[in-house]
């Protein structure tokens, strides 16, 4: 099974395998090796980038924007507006803080980061769309809502717009297999994976290095192709080293077996029933 390209409901599509950029452009690196990072990846193929206004404190996105000047219209770039400025103001403000920082005019996806529960999703609905028909951004979506907070969304004028739900996706958190990610399927709605390499800890898994080593691959990409494996959902690690985010692209043609899925499952079990959400 060769993973293939994923379909947002505006008709947008996208390679499964993007990039996350939540803890880069904040000195961990030298600036142009993280920038090179993700030229690399966008060369690759890994051209949907994540971020967010809370990563580094709007260091992040200014990361991204120098990374990806002069490229503009080869990503499709992804932020997200916190909680604490979700209301019908305050989203406008934010995305337009956003995009200063980044050094574009446009965003191709806006989520809303979290439910905090004291968000009205309502008025989130309505500046979401208020800004798509501004031109501001293409799509909308949201990020860590569980079926019931779906349920909620859906039931909202224009809720039904929703182009993604990014969560917490990997072998170690296979828990939205059971009850969300089925939700978000039959509605044809993408799944946005994040912390798809478990934070890097599944790169030292036995079971995936075997398999990596039928593949002669990097481990990284079987658990990354695997994430991907549905067509329903994109997996987005972060990589701030070139090395490893051209591993990391190698998941876009690596082809997983039925064999190396049934070993998947007997080492990281699937769910068997219902739990809350796991969020970072
Ligand atoms: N919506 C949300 O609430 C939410 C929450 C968490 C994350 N996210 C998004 O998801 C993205 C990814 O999640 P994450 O950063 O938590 O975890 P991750 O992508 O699972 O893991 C990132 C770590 O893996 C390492 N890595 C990546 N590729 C590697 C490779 N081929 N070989 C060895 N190490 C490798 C990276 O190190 P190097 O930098 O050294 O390559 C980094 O330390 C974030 O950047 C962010 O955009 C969203």
């Known amino acids: 099974m060769e993973t293939g390209n994923v379909r ?18 904040q000195g ?38 120098h990374a990806i000047a002069g490229r503009r ?8 507006v916190l909680p604490s400025n979700a209301t019908r103001h305050g989203i406008p ?59 909620a969304l859906f039931a909202l004028p224009d809720g039904r717009n929703c182009a993604t739900n ?17 939700w978000c399927a039959a509605r044809g709605v993408p799944v946005m994976a994040y912390t798809p390499l478990g934070g890097s800890r599944l790169l030292r898994d036995a079971t995936l290095a075997r398999i990596a080593a039928q593949h002669g691959c990097p481990v990284s990409a079987v658990a990354l192709a695997w994430a991907a494996r549905s ?13 490893h985010v051209a591993e990391n692209a190698r998941a876009l043609t690596l082809e997983l077996t039925a064999d190396d899925l049934l070993s998947i499952d007997a080492a990281f079990p699937p769910p068997h029933r219902k739990a809350p959400l796991d969020i970072i």
């Open 8 to 25: 947002f409901p505006n008709g947008k599509v996208v390679p499964p395998i993007g990039q996350g950029s939540w803890h880069l452009g």
């Open 73 to 80: 219209e080869e990503v499709f770039l992804v932020s997200k």
């Open 166 to 182: 990014q969560v917490l996706y990997n072998l170690g958190s296979r828990g939205i297999e059971f009850a969300l990610l089925p």
């Open 28 to 65: 961990r690196r030298p600036a142009d090796v993280e920038a090179a990072a993700m030229r690399t990846g966008i060369d690759l193929g890994l051209t949907l980038i994540d971020t967010a206004e809370m990563y580094g404190e709007g260091r992040s996105e200014r990361h991204v924007g």
């Open 231 to 243: 067509g329903g959902v994109i997996a987005i690690p972060e990589a701030g080293n070139p090395a």
């Open 93 to 151: 403000k934010a995305c337009d803080a956003s995009l200063t920082r980044l050094g574009v005019d446009r965003l191709d996806l806006y989520l809303l980061h979290w439910p905090d529960g004291r968000t009205d999703l309502a008025e989130v609905v309505d500046a979401f769309e208020a800004l798509r028909g501004a031109g501001k951004i293409r799509a909308w979506g949201v990020s860590n809502f569980d079926v019931d907070d779906m349920e």
